[in-house]
């Protein structure tokens, strides 16, 4: 089930190789090494500690990665800070549906926008532009638009799913790091976030490395699956394969 | 009834001096809940500065807004300097410095100003006004002082609430890892805070003066009672800033007119209200309920 565009581009959007990173005297990841097709969907899988989140924020650059390579386009880019990576091109939503619930729901919005050119740029963006990208949020996520106004604490669960998305969206990615996306939501609202995934990749070319504990349902979406286990890289193959592989699933991934 | 006026009036009067120094304890607190002790030193310090301008360009508002100026400078390189590289590290480090930073200040004002105890001008008249014939207790100049503050703080609430550096502020102060995710360049607006924070020092510093006279130890006290209103106010909210500023001004103000002996009994009244407040809501009057922390 990979996608066209994911054949014939050679290069891939966004390379992991060899990354090493830890907190403190752990070592999180063991010599990682992933390689995320344009505009298709990674999934990354995996227990609890096998080094999924760790690897989303070494790429994202919320940890510095000791040792290894983050390539984008080409580009080197481990250790830069998460403010140089978002302007890159890499939006990482982290897990817990992670909304500044003391913000209104325009103002989460709004923060998305923060890794525009600003100040004396001269690609700074006018006024129009901004409202039209909030529009286009809006156009989106329904259910945002009508609470815009409202404290992003006064959410569900679902809403905050969408409005963690919106903001990395509004930031115009090219890569975009999802964790856990569907964690504490119910059926079906995950199933609407599974769709939105899909969405991003297909209509829009947005290359996602998508990590989550629900493997079902990850690979059901998946082009490319990644398995990890102790900080190092198991299986990494194409999501169709991993699915079908029983003694893998029951092993790594528990169904 | 006049004398109740009269204390009400000067209580609005220091009580704004004493919000506008909570309030750059808040704009800290919320960036990197951290308590800034040298707040006050820097208050005195740029209020140095003021007093040598105002002698020799003979214009107090020359004065007014070097202090500003001064103060916006200070913080920023008192944060550039050496409180970042304490971001990070066990948050005791922080305070630590800040104690440091105090101490320091302190010294190098005595060095470079000397011990004296000197008058600080005023713009305005400090004689009292009366209606009729009945004075009410408060000058032109305290007038002043509470507008001055106000002013102050409605343009900081309203570039707070309305512009985009100010979304940027308190994104980053809710939110560190999502403002950085975002691209917020958080370091960068730390040191914003600290400025915008010894700009409102530096304001309290140029305005409580006339009434306390200058030198190496004149904000002490003003710090401990912007603290305490601070605390009072719940250290995170701007709006419990002004308020407990407020609240302290009048309840020493009164204690001060009405208690026998009053006058030495204000720094034991404003310790009371301090710990009752604590005790009672140790979070402060306008803490937030709800959780913020996960």
């Not at chain 2, 107090?60 to 920023?76: E, R």
């Not at chain 2, 304001?203 to 190496?216: D, E, W």
């Amino acid at each position: 089930m990979s996608s066209a565009a994911a054949e014939q581009d050679t290069s891939p959007a966004l390379a992991v190789e060899d990354l090493v990173a830890g907190y403190g005297g752990v070592i999180a990841l063991d010599g990682v090494s992933i390689s995320a097709g344009t505009a298709a969907i990674t999934a990354v899988l995996g227990a609890n500690g096998a080094g999924k989140t760790t690897l989303l924020r070494a790429i994202s650059g919320m940890i510095r990665p000791r040792r290894g390579r983050v390539l984008l386009g080409g580009a080197d880019l481990a250790g830069r800070s998460p403010e140089q990576m978002v302007r890159a091109g890499v939006a990482h939503v982290p897990e817990g549906q992670a909304v500044i619930p003391e913000l209104t729901v325009e103002e989460n919005l709004r923060v998305g926008m923060m890794s525009w050119p600003g100040g004396l740029s001269r690609q700074r963006p006018s006024r129009s532009e901004r409202i039209a990208a909030l529009d286009e949020a809006y156009g989106r996520f329904r259910p945002l638009a009508d609470r815009r106004r409202k404290l992003a604490a006064t959410l569900s669960g679902g809403e905050r799913q969408m409005l963690v998305i919106a903001r990395a969206l509004v930031a115009r990615p090219r890569v975009l790091l999802l964790d856990e996306p569907s964690l504490g939501l119910a059926p079906r609202v995950m199933a609407q976030v599974m769709d939105l995934v899909v969405q991003l990749s297909r209509e829009h070319g947005l290359t996602i490395v998508l990590v989550e504990q629900n493997a079902r349902g990850a690979l059901a979406i998946a082009d490319h699956g990644v398995v990890l286990n102790l900080g190092r890289v198991v299986a990494s193959a194409d999501a169709a394969a991993l699915a079908a592989d029983v003694a893998l699933r029951h092993h790594y991934l528990g169904f | 009834m006049v004398e109740f006026l009269q204390f009400t009036l000067s209580g609005v009067s220091f009580g704004m001096i004493y919000a506008a120094i909570a309030l750059s304890l808040v704009l800290i607190w919320r960036g990197t809940r951290l308590v800034n002790f040298a707040q006050g030193a820097m208050a005195m310090f740029t209020t140095y500065v003021a007093i040598e301008v105002i002698y020799r360009t003979g214009s107090y508002w020359t004065g007014f807004a070097a202090a500003l100026a001064a103060g916006a400078v200070l913080g920023a390189v008192c944060q550039l300097t050496v409180i970042r590289p304490t971001i990070n590290k066990p948050p005791f480090n922080a305070v630590i410095v800040t104690i440091g930073l105090l101490i320091l200040i302190e010294g190098l004002a005595g060095i470079f100003f000397g011990g004296q105890y000197r008058a600080f001008p005023t713009a305005f008249s400090q004689t009292g006004l009366r209606i009729g014939g009945t004075p009410l207790g408060v000058s032109r100049y305290d007038v002043f002082v509470a507008a001055a503050v106000l002013v102050a703080t409605l343009v900081l609430a309203a570039a707070f609430r309305y512009t985009s550096a100010g979304l940027r502020m308190r994104a980053a102060a809710f939110n560190a890892t999502i403002a950085r995710l975002s691209g917020i360049r958080v370091a960068r607006v730390l040191t914003v805070g600290w400025a915008l924070a010894g700009l409102l020092g530096a304001l309290a510093g140029v305005l409580v003066s006339p009434s306390t006279f200058l030198y190496p130890n004149s904000m002490d006290t003003i710090f401990v009672y912007g603290f305490t209103a601070a605390v009072i106010g719940g250290l995170d909210s701007p709006l419990g800033a002004i308020v407990g500023g407020l609240l302290l001004g009048l309840a020493l103000s009164y204690s001060g007119g009405y208690l026998h002996n009053g006058s030495n009994l204000v720094p034991v009244v404003a310790l009371v209200i301090l710990v009752v407040v604590l005790m009672v809501r140790p979070d402060g009057l306008f803490s937030a309920t709800q959780v913020r922390r996960v």
